[in-house]
């Protein structure tokens, strides 16, 4: 064979083997914002720079009417949905804790005594992912390609680390008194790298700096008034004013504090960008995934509310910091190489008060107070206490072995505290979980509570609020609830593979592994029963 046809074969030969190689980006990343609502990303638009929020606006692909499809609408259910696209019925995440019967006790969603913490003193390391009975997508990345991927994910928050990474990832890093730690689950020593990165105490820095608007303060005019008597104070403070004094922070307070500033969201995605450089993410022969959460949204959110000028300005701070980010992968990873999606574990109500200023409907409710009433009205009618084991997650757990060692009827006494709970004026409707299908509920609220029933963790009864109420304090605000506040995220994608664009038409935050799962050609996860957003894809 002439040296010229040995050319012309081997070119032959690489092209045959490039057209057979399935298209993949080298790296993806999810991005969560832990209680975005998804108004956010046009209420404060035109305070955005063109680099962030608006790019990807702009240049990638928005389902602008995607709904949280269960029940409750908490930060690990979030987390455990977007991943695996899955529901509380399968997967087993049914809230941030829940009543586990089998064993007696309160359970945490990522609590796991058999391991232990990485990079730290505590328990705060004592975490996996071993109460998530599905696979992620990152999982199914994994095991696509026999675990050559990388995969890791971010958040202040180990849930919001441990949940989106899976069960197989190679690390995940959450925080824990300026640290970023891990747990046995992934590794018995943090990486050098990770050391370094916490050697430099750069949450004692961003602390040593007081947090001021970023704009002039009158031109927050989408917020309402900056002292208000129904805002939190940031831990360590004595106003919820402007400027927060975070240098003058007693050391007991100031790593904890650091969570309810925007500079902890900077400090995720300092920590983001480290990885990539550290492990090498993007220069695998295989696509690798990074998870990154980011948290302190939801600590501002919790404390502030969503009309206060610290959410306006957190996230006027968080477009900056996704600029920066964006701009980063592009030159690490290079434009068109990456795939990220951002979305949210859910929304957040307004804070009550704040609604009676303006003479709309809502209320604070106490879970605990409902559990006391009804063990008192079930005492008064059957003769037997604590009937009631407890009442979270919106459900009424009722003490089964009580009422079976008492001889009492569990019907009669499930009949009761239905009608009961229909008796106090915050509460719409409540249901009997094993008969939620021949209930009487608008179908968004039936679907979203069949979804979110698992038989093994969740409670007996569900009741469902007026809009506007929910159990919390007098101060500050929360989220948990089917109303379109808490359940309407953002879902947007962008980079390789997406098609630019947006569409009305109704998802779910259920598509959105799938639709990873779609452009990466793998296996959906175990648990999914999403559909993908076909619309996307080029």
């Known amino acids: 064979m002439t040296r010229k046809n040995v050319v012309l074969a081997l070119l032959i030969s690489l092209c045959f083997s490039a057209a057979a190689q399935t298209p993949r980006p080298k790296l993806v990343v999810?991005?969560?914002?832990?209680?975005?609502?998804?108004?956010?990303l046009y209420r404060y638009n035109e305070l955005y720079g063109n680099g962030g929020f608006k790019r990807l606006l702009k240049e990638g692909f928005s389902a602008e009417n995607t709904l949280i499809p269960y029940l409750p609408t908490y930060t690990a259910v979030g987390h455990t949905c977007i991943y695996t696209g899955s529901v509380p019925a399968v997967a087993g995440i049914v809230g941030n804790n829940w009543y586990d019967r089998s064993i007696n006790?309160?359970?945490?969603?990522?609590?796991?005594?058999?391991?232990n913490t990485v990079g730290n003193t505590g328990n705060a390391g004592k975490m996996s992912p071993d109460n998530l009975w599905a696979t992620t997508v990152t999982d199914e990345l994994r095991l696509s390609n026999n675990f050559?991927?990388?995969?890791?994910?971010?958040?202040?928050?180990?849930?919001?680390?441990?949940?989106?990474?899976?069960?197989?990832?190679?690390?995940?890093?959450?925080?824990?008194?300026?640290?970023?730690?891990?747990?046995?689950?992934?590794m018995t020593a943090l990486p050098d790298w990770v050391k370094k990165f916490n050697d430099k105490d750069l949450a004692g820095t961003y602390m040593s700096s007081d947090w001021n608007t970023l704009l002039p303060i009158d031109q927050y005019t989408l917020s309402t008034a900056d002292d208000k008597p129904y805002e939190n104070m940031i831990r360590g403070e004595k106003t919820v004013t402007f400027p927060h004094k975070l240098s003058a922070?007693?050391?007991?307070?100031?790593?904890?504090?650091?969570?309810?500033?925007?500079?902890?969201?900077?400090?995720?995605?300092?920590?983001?960008?480290?990885?990539?450089e550290s492990e090498g993410l993007g220069k695998n022969t295989v696509t690798d995934f990074l998870a990154v959460s980011v948290s302190s949204t939801d600590y501002v959110g919790h404390a502030f509310g969503p009309n206060s000028i610290e959410i306006e300005d957190t996230y006027l701070r968080l477009d900056r910091d996704i600029e920066s980010f964006l701009n980063y992968l592009d030159a690490k990873i290079g434009k068109g190489n990456y795939t990220l999606f951002l979305s949210a574990d859910h929304g957040v109500a307004h804070i009550p008060d704040f609604l009676?200023?303006?003479?709309?409907?809502?209320?604070?409710?106490?879970?605990?107070?409902?559990m006391k009433d009804l063990n008192r009205q079930i005492d008064e009618k059957f003769g037997m206490k604590s009937a009631v084991k407890t009442v979270m997650n919106y459900q009424v757990y009722l003490n089964r072995k009580n009422i079976?060692?008492?001889?009492?009827?569990?019907?009669d006494i499930k009949q009761f505290v239905i009608d009961a709970l229909k008796e106090k004026d915050y509460i719409v409707n409540a249901v009997d979980l094993n008969q939620i299908e021949g209930a009487s509920f608008p179908a968004p609220q039936k679907q979203m509570m069949l979804n979110g029933y698992n038989p093994k963790r969740s409670g007996d009864i569900q009741f469902i609020f007026k809009p506007g109420y929910f159990d919390g304090s007098k101060r500050g605000t929360t989220h948990g609830l089917w109303n379109p506040y808490d359940a309407h995220i953002p879902c947007l994608f962008f980079g390789w593979g997406i098609k630019p664009g947006r569409t009305n038409r109704e998802t779910y935050m259920t598509d959105i592994a799938p639709t990873v799962a779609a452009l990466l050609h793998i296996q959906m996860p175990s648990g999914s029963v999403g559909k993908v957003i076909t619309e996307l894809i080029k």
């Not at 999810?30 to 956010?40: A, H, K, L, P, S």
């Not at 006790?105 to 391991?115: A, G, H, L």
Request: net charge negative.
């Open 356 to 370: 009676k200023e303006h003479n709309l409907p809502g209320g604070i409710v106490d879970e605990t107070e409902i």
């Open 249 to 276: 922070i007693e050391a007991g307070n100031k790593y904890e504090s650091f969570r309810t500033t925007p500079f902890a969201n900077t400090f995720t995605f300092d920590f983001a960008k480290e990885a990539i």
């Open 404 to 411: 079976a060692d008492s001889g009492k009827s569990i019907t």
């Open 105 to 115: 006790k309160f359970v945490y969603c990522t609590d796991d005594s058999t391991v």
């Open 30 to 40: 999810g991005v969560v914002i832990d209680q975005m609502r998804w108004d956010y």
């Open 148 to 186: 050559k991927s990388k995969v890791i994910g971010i958040a202040l928050k180990d849930r919001g680390a441990i949940l989106p990474a899976g069960h197989s990832a190679n690390a995940a890093y959450w925080y824990d008194g300026g640290k970023w730690i891990s747990s046995t689950h992934y």
